[in-house]
């Protein structure tokens, strides 16, 4: 495996261990009957598109200057639209009605929708070890799930599952739909301006619910995750996936949203308030086996390859 692609891989590692311990941080800081004190997903949207394009725009101070077209100005924003703004607001709106369980087993459809929306955008392949391993994987996610899921505290909601539903078509969306524009500029630059845009759609929908926070009334622990949430489930991991982007494809990326569920259950069992069984070891290997088998599987570009070179040894034979 070449430089590029390992620098893909740990980029997504690292920022799914940060998405993975986000739906428990985010779900505790929102306000709910169990947590009256705690703020609104509206307000919570706010502070992740604004402080993530503040943090984004000041790193960009640090590094050298990149031009982007007005063309591409205009296809950031809708890259904005479908990865930040739709993706990240619907899906704290939905984990706010929903329960954490319901909203980890619907981000198990990203990557076998990113996998068809692939054939679409990029006409990528869909081979036997690609799907076998999206699936595999989905399968060992849903078990890892299920496996954890406990009957006290845990209220599901249809409004809250489509709109995470929706979150989720928006992100495999932005996966294949965008990933020319953002592969073109450094992770920072093409950050900066779709956070931008994020920042001002969220200040001007959602600026009333973000005044009428009681923002005496916050807990340091809230304020702790609020800073995790905006810090790290947002600027550094946004910062991260725009480098997996460059080296690898939607697909591979998209699998390690397999990942998440596996953190969740780990850090649930971590602080005591789960533990890890036979059943969830062998879901925890099917997601593992399942992301392999999927970087394991061949692109167009290689399987084009191997069809060149199979007709150019079989033409001197022919013309033998």
């Not at 947590?35 to 000041?58: D, E, H, K, Q, T």
């Not at 995750?225 to 939607?250: C, D, E, H, K, N």
Request: charged content about 15%; glycine content about 8%; proline content about 5%.
């Amino acid at each position: 495996m070449d430089k590029g692609k390992l620098k893909g891989h740990a980029a997504l590692w690292a920022a799914n261990i940060i998405w993975g311990l986000n739906a428990p941080i985010g779900k505790s800081v929102l306000v709910s009957a169990a947590n009256p004190s705690g703020i609104s997903p509206f307000a919570m949207s706010v502070y992740r598109m604004v402080g993530a394009a503040l943090l984004f725009w000041a790193a960009s101070l640090f590094l050298p200057r990149e031009r982007v077209p007005r063309r591409d100005i205009v296809l950031l924003f809708f890259a904005s639209l479908f990865g930040i703004q739709l993706n990240q607001m619907l899906f704290l709106w939905g984990l706010s009605l929903t329960s954490p369980i319901d909203t980890s087993i619907i981000s198990t459809i990203v990557p076998v929708l990113t996998m068809v929306l692939a054939t679409l955008f990029l006409r990528e392949p869909i081979t036997w070890l690609k799907a076998g391993g999206v699936f595999l994987g989905c399968a060992g996610a849903v078990i890892l799930v299920l496996a954890s899921q406990h009957g006290a505290g845990h209220t599901s909601s249809i409004k809250g599952d489509i709109l995470c539903i929706v979150s989720a078509i928006s992100y495999a969306t932005y996966l294949t739909a965008f990933r020319d524009v953002i592969v073109r500029y450094s992770p920072v630059t093409s950050m900066k301006w779709m956070f931008l845009f994020a920042a001002v759609v969220a200040v001007g929908i959602y600026y009333r619910p973000l005044i009428e926070v009681d923002y005496a009334s916050l807990s340091p622990r809230t304020w702790g995750g609020i800073a995790f949430v905006v810090i790290g489930a947002t600027f550094l991991s946004y910062l991260l996936v725009p480098i997996a982007q460059r080296y690898l494809r939607p697909t591979v990326v998209s699998m390690y949203n397999y990942v998440q569920p596996v953190v969740a259950v780990l850090f649930t069992v971590a602080i005591g308030l789960d533990t890890f069984g036979p059943t969830k070891g062998f879901a925890a290997l099917c997601v593992f086996v399942g992301v392999w088998l999927v970087t394991k599987s061949k692109s167009r570009a290689q399987l084009e390859a191997e069809k060149a070179q199979k007709k150019a040894t079989e033409k001197p034979v022919a013309e033998k």
